[in-house]
């Protein structure tokens, strides 16, 4: 497409199987919502979706493309694949869940969004993820290798029991906080930090690979976990 699409209030656009390019002359206005349940949605132009975005219920949901996408509401990702080059930022309240997914693109949660992760680990990939708001971590399940987490805001860990598990294999870099507030956080895959950690009763922070540095910067909070 290089023409316009103008969504109002309380109606979704869905793309669910071909491949729908959007090339450098389209543009997206109003404030209703997208979702991609199979397919590619192809975004070559920097777009403001002011609604709610979601992508996933199958493996062959993708979305792509060299645009940067801001979403205004909610990012639903239960599934499918973020790639491309562009970067995808969400200022609302996003919720992970679902079934695996797969990161090959940079998202930023900006300041002031809040991700609640409840299910489905991201698999081994190339992904970026920039968190400068909070995310909290309920699930068990993982963050693949090869990705790149950086934290500079909260990350709370919420898992379900005290043996659920939490593990990032990803290089995890930590210029905010981190707070393990129930059940178990892994790391497998190294990082730095200038940031704090705290661990409440009955919580596990382990180290099982890579390297992790803890820079002069780095402050370990009061707390009586592991």
Do not use: C
């Not at 991609?36 to 070559?44: E, L, N, Q, S």
């Not at 979601?54 to 493996?59: A, C, D, K, V």
């Amino acid at each position: 497409s290089s023409g316009s699409f103008e969504m109002d209030a309380n109606t979704t656009l869905r793309v669910q199987s071909g491949t729908m390019v959007l090339d450098a002359l389209s543009t997206w206005e109003g404030v209703g919502s997208l979702s991609i349940t199979g397919g590619t949605f192809d975004v070559a132009v920097d777009t403001e979706i002011k609604s709610n975005l979601s992508l996933g219920s199958s493996s062959s949901a993708i979305l792509t493309g060299a645009g940067e996408i801001t979403v205004g509401g909610q990012f639903n990702w239960s599934g499918g694949r973020l790639q491309g080059t562009g970067k995808l930022i969400t200022s609302g309240a996003s919720v992970f869940s679902g079934s695996t997914k797969y990161l090959d693109r940079t998202v930023d949660n900006a300041v002031g969004g809040t991700t609640t992760w409840t299910s489905g680990s991201i698999a081994n990939g190339t992904g970026v993820y920039n968190n400068f708001g909070t995310v909290d971590a309920q699930l068990g399940g993982s963050l693949g290798s090869g990705n790149v987490f950086n934290n500079a805001g909260t990350l709370i860990r919420n898992g379900t029991s005290t043996s659920s598990t939490f593990t990032v294999n990803a290089a995890f870099n930590n210029t905010g906080a981190v707070h393990v507030q129930s059940g178990r956080l892994h790391f497998g895959g190294g990082g730095t930090s200038s940031g704090s950690f705290q661990l409440d009763t009955g919580t596990v922070m382990r180290i099982q690979g890579g390297t992790m540095a803890l820079d002069a910067g780095s402050t370990w909070l009061p707390g009586d976990g592991t």
